[in-house]
């Protein structure tokens, strides 16, 4: 008698043919998600144990997802990203710190989430930190009076005057007052003031900061200038 235990391909129908191939469509594409997925989990692990080390990329990617969440306050700490930006040394490190964040937390992006936590002025002024930084190096150096900085300081204080709070006009004050703490003399500040018009055609520093601030705090922030050196 014929062996009929055996059913050979070619006996398959049309319909079965196709099952089959979608089932096994379907197990290897589980397998290589499955495959990723455990990747991604590894790597993130690895990633987690560098977060204890000061200065490193995996640190401060940790310390801008704290910020962004800030699960301890209303809103994201504007103040702690902007002092964990003003921290990185350099434009090659922040593109390490952005590797690190896409580890710790895939699939998301350092950028996407800067974007999406923080207003547009807060975000322009991040990008306007990240300018002013040197292309490379681990190591943060004293400020260079460069007309690259001297923009930036620009940028930063016009992000600052620009803010608003949902439907109300505002001013970032703290913003205003990290730029004026960073100017290192009175010479320096009067550069911006030209740098900061010839950005703004139309716009004067002076009578801006008058017009942001109540005449008590104009006083104060005029203050931290006069008490530097001249040049």
Do not use: C
């Not at 990747?39 to 310390?63: H, L, V």
């Not at 009067?190 to 942001?212: F, I």
């Amino acid at each position: 008698m014929p062996d009929t235990s055996v059913y050979h391909p070619d006996e398959f129908t049309l319909k079965e043919k196709l099952q089959y191939t979608l089932l096994g469509m379907i197990v290897i594409g589980g397998s290589f998600y499955v495959g990723r997925r455990l990747f991604r989990n590894a790597a993130s692990i690895a990633e987690q144990k560098k977060t204890f080390m000061e200065g490193n990329p995996a640190t401060y990617a940790q310390q801008l997802r704290m910020a962004f969440e800030n699960k301890w306050q209303w809103g994201v700490d504007v103040e702690a990203v902007r002092q964990i930006m003003l921290a990185i040394p350099s434009v090659a490190a922040f593109k390490r710190v952005m590797n690190s964040y896409q580890l710790l937390y895939a699939p998301r992006s350092l950028m996407l989430d800067m974007k999406n936590y923080l207003r547009k002025t807060e975000y322009n002024e991040m990008l306007a930190i990240l300018a002013a930084k040197p292309a490379r190096g681990d190591t943060s150096l004293p400020i260079q009076l460069t007309g690259q900085q001297y923009q930036s300081w620009a940028q930063r204080l016009k992000a600052a005057f620009d803010i608003n709070y949902g439907p109300i006009p505002g001013t970032d004050e703290r913003a205003i007052k990290e730029v004026f703490l960073e100017i290192p003399t009175q010479t320096a500040f009067e550069q911006l003031k030209m740098v900061y018009h010839h950005l703004y055609p139309g716009n004067d520093l002076d009578q801006d900061l008058k017009s942001e601030l109540w005449s008590w705090d104009y006083s104060t922030y005029m203050k931290i200038i006069s008490d530097k050196p001249k040049t």
